[in-house]
């Protein structure tokens, strides 16, 4: 059990025209802002709808990227209701169900971002990997 599904529902991007150039610093965040129910027909088994929004930011004053989507998680009754009820109390969730949650929408909202940097002429949140020749060794002498 775990996560079944995750959707986007708004992609948000702007690059702004007027911004001054030189040394640019992208934050990326991630939170989750809600959590509800989530119905299934299978016995025994219980889900959860995590809302979360992802936030790139391009510094200073360049532009910037919103993700929001919803993550279908599902899991034992027992631990949906330990979820709720901890969410319930403090808006925190057990450690390792929230490490597969922030992880799956970052992943999402990385995958989106960078898609939609190039869209918009912004550079990619995320390093890619770059080719480097290799150097040639020097000849061995006989």
Same mark, same amino acid.
């Given at each position: 059990?775990?996560?079944?599904?995750?959707?986007?529902?708004?992609?948000?991007?702007?690059?702004?025209?007027?911004?001054?150039?030189?040394?640019?610093?992208?934050?990326?965040?991630?939170?989750?802002?809600?959590?509800?129910?989530?119905?299934?027909?299978?016995?025994?088994?219980?889900?959860?709808?995590?809302?979360?929004?992802?936030?790139?930011?391009?510094?200073?004053?360049?532009?910037?990227?919103?993700? !929001?989507?919803?993550?279908?998680?599902?899991?034992?009754?027992? $631990?949906? #209701?330990?979820?709720? %009820?901890?969410?319930? &109390?403090? *808006?925190?969730?057990?450690?390792?169900?929230?490490?597969?949650?922030?992880?799956?929408?970052?992943?999402?909202?990385?995958?989106?971002?960078?898609?939609?940097?190039? !869209?918009?002429?912004?550079?990619?949140?995320?390093?890619?990997? $770059?080719? #480097?020749?290799?150097? %040639?060794?020097?000849? &061995?002498? *006989?």
């Amino acid at each position: 059990m775990g996560i079944v599904k995750i959707n986007l529902y708004k992609v948000v991007a702007e690059r702004k025209l007027d911004a001054k150039g030189g040394q640019i610093k992208i934050n990326n965040n991630v939170s989750i802002k809600d959590l509800e129910d989530l119905e299934f027909n299978i016995p025994g088994s219980a889900g959860i709808k995590f809302t979360f929004s992802f936030n790139c930011k391009y510094e200073p004053g360049l532009g910037s990227i919103e993700v !929001e989507g919803q993550i279908f998680f599902t899991e034992t009754q027992d $631990k949906i #209701k330990e979820i709720k %009820k901890s969410w319930d &109390k403090d *808006k925190k969730v057990p450690l390792d169900i929230m490490e597969k949650v922030v992880n799956a929408a970052l992943h999402k909202g990385n995958i989106q971002a960078i898609k939609i940097s190039e !869209e918009i002429s912004l550079p990619s949140p995320l390093p890619l990997p $770059k080719v #480097k020749p290799q150097s %040639k060794a020097p000849a &061995k002498q *006989k």
